[in-house]
């Protein structure tokens, strides 16, 4: 077991945590992120990504976490390849993490910024069908369905991204929704509009998930939400794409969270109750959850952090010399 001691322990290694690192590193707390077990966080999943600022081009989502992660390393960020499993928060700074290997981490903050996983259904199938024709990721899974008839569930942007991403693998794309009209943005619902491999099925509910004989993914039992009427669709694979729930199972008990389940901050900041701990990105935003609007709330975290231990030392000293 190796302990490793920082000023600055960040949990998560999305927009948020590496952001917090950059800033950190350049304000000279020799940041570690330990990354988790999605490095680079959701946009490693996503494909095109055309709304982060400062690239005139559309540029990859894997590709931009991997240049973030660079450049945290560039200005001083050391990146670990572990899952943080208990924190322990209780004492004060210096706050204590163990990780999966077994190592412990010792920061004097810790930032969290452990984002968001993808949401689940919850009926009939669906955890028993997991890999073998449910996914919650088409740009994972997408491929394996190449000509074959795919579906996708919800309404927002992810549930059009994914659909539309389909489409460079299947021509039959349905869009499962619940209600009448998309979520998504605008200009997401035109081009779904527009493309003639995609179809829609309105004011439905998947109620089942029902394996063929050969026991993938055969079809999907639907409700429609409005008359009550149930109906099949046939599919070989079914995306859920309904949003997405914080990250939050390590800190339960720990620290406070607000009625949809994000970690509590002061407004406005991403202070939580226990002064040295900031939590920043998908874990606190429950309205904005944009990559750059993460990014936004990982620096504010290493700004935060850093007067937190200028505060912290200054008065240590003032301490010292009172004795
Ligand atoms: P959202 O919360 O925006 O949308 C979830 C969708 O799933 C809604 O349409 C919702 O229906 C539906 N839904 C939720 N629960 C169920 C259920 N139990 N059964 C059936 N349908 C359900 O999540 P997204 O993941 O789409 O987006 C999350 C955030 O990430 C948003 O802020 C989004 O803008 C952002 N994002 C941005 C992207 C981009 O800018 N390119 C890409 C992807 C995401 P209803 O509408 O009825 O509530």
Redesign the pocket.
Known sequence: MTTHKTRMLIIGSGPAGLSAAIYGARAGMEPIVVQGIQPGGQLTI?TDVE?YPGFADVIQGPWLMEQMTKQAEHVGTRMVWDTITEVDLANGSPFTAKGDSGDLYVGDVVVIATGAAA?W?GVAGEAELGGKGVSACATCDGFFYRGKKVAV???????V?EALYLTNHSNDVTLI???DS????KILQDRLFANEKISTLWNK?VVRFVAAENGTLGHVELRDTVTGETSTLAVDGAFV????APSTELFAGKLETDASGYLQVEPGTPKTAIPGVFACGDVMDHT???AVTAAGTGCMAALDAERFLAERDFAAKVAVAVD
């Open positions: 996503t709304n949401k259904l569930i919800g309404g927002g942007n992810t549930a991204e929704h619940r209600r998309l979520r998504s943005e509910e794409a309904i949003g997405h904005y959850r944009q």
